[in-house]
């Protein structure tokens, strides 16, 4: 338990934040299986779509801080690659 005030404050953020960092990370998590499905379908257009999806989400979580840009542009590129595979 916090003894201050201004402790208690930031314990109220850190617990705020934790939850939308939280929710990002998973809504990132959540697209790129959503990728991968569609990759293990087999469907083009269906992948380069949820593809599409997945690098808008991992744009916005790079921007907001959530995940380091060296890990966006690592599942960026094998996404890239393994859909060039499909084609």
């Known amino acids: 338990m916090a003894n201050t005030k201004s402790a208690a404050k930031r314990a109220r953020q ?3 934040r934790t939850a939308i960092n939280k929710r990002n990370l998973t809504a990132v998590k959540n697209q790129l299986k959503n990728v991968r499905d569609a990759l293990k ?3 083009k257009d269906g992948a380069k779509a949820a593809a599409a999806t997945f ?3 991992i744009d916005k979580a790079v921007k907001a801080g ?3 840009r060296n890990a966006a542009a690592r599942h960026k590129s094998r ?3 393994a859909l060039a595979k499909l084609a």
């Open 41 to 43: 379908g087999g469907s």
């Open 79 to 81: 996404l890239s690659s």
């Open 14 to 16: 850190t617990l705020r």
């Open 55 to 57: 690098y808008s989400t």
């Open 66 to 68: 959530r995940l380091h």
